[in-house]
């Protein structure tokens, strides 16, 4: 009995962590139609009226990331005070990506709008939250206006297919999709690369099966369930910006965007690994990102 009881709340701690995640999602936009209905709030939801929820809702979340994952971000000084485009590698669960929004909007009152994939509008309950965060399906029109408009825009080049195939070695599943470079050059932005250390110990995916992809491929939707939730420590590192270059072509620009997406020099291969094996254990160590906790030299 003693036995199987641990066996099953080991099983349920494993995924009870991400399932509290989606819960204070949820919250959050109650939260958001609370503070609407008794301010009786009519504005656009990107504009500065929204603020004051925004900020309660960026300190929940702040707060959370602090207790349980130690959240450190390193490298805002390399976000320009105009638009660009942010480019990052997507976790099982992009609660890192949560994190770095509700920092920013705290330290720089700065919105970064969010291209998410379109099943995540799909999710019901959540419309508000989605306005409000600026997160949005990222066609290139959409895209083109929102730095326009002086505005940070984010975007995963792997997605959800590198959120749910990816694993511990962190490899970059971001096949031919080359948008963000042209978005890039008609906007004429610099791109910025940003990636977060451990953030695959602390959840997980399983391991690839056939059905699970071949499920995934036909149905563009996320059926493979993430686990874990472990309070290992969590770094955001923003890394220098790729500035706008007129004589660069779309592919050398995601090129050389891939090359350097996790670290701040990116423009050589050996660079590109040097730093890989300074800031991230590859494969990563769930035991050592759980130390690194307690790690106070490098605080």
Known sequence: VVIISLTISAILFFFIVPLTIFFFIYLSNILLLIYQRNSEVKADPLSDVWDSARKTIASFWDIYARI??????????????????????????????LYFLSRLFLWKKR?????????????PGLKLLLEVTGVMPGTRQECLIALKNGYLVSVS???????LF?????????????????VALDAQVPIIPMYTQNVREGYRTFKERRFFRQLYESTRLPFTPPYGGLPVKLRTYI??????????TTEELAEKVCKGNFLFFFQTKTA???????????????????????DKRRK
């Open 166 to 182: 990816s694993d511990e070695s962190y490899q970059l599943m971001w096949g031919n999709r080359k948008g963000f470079a042209q």
């Open 111 to 123: 919105l970064c709008l969010s291209v998410a994939d379109h099943f995540v509008f799909r999710l």
């Open 157 to 163: 080049p792997g997605g959800v297919r590198e959120a």
């Open 68 to 97: 349980w994952h130690g959240y450190e971000l390193h490298g805002v000084e390399n976000l320009p005070e105009g638009p660009g485009i942010l480019v990052y590698y997507h976790g099982a669960i992009p609660v890192d990506y």
């Open 272 to 294: 590109v690994q040097a730093l890989i094996s300074k800031h991230q254990t590859i494969p990563g160590s769930i035991w050592k990102a759980l130390l690194e906790r307690f």
């Open 239 to 248: 890394g220098e910006p790729i500035p706008y270059d007129p004589n660069i």
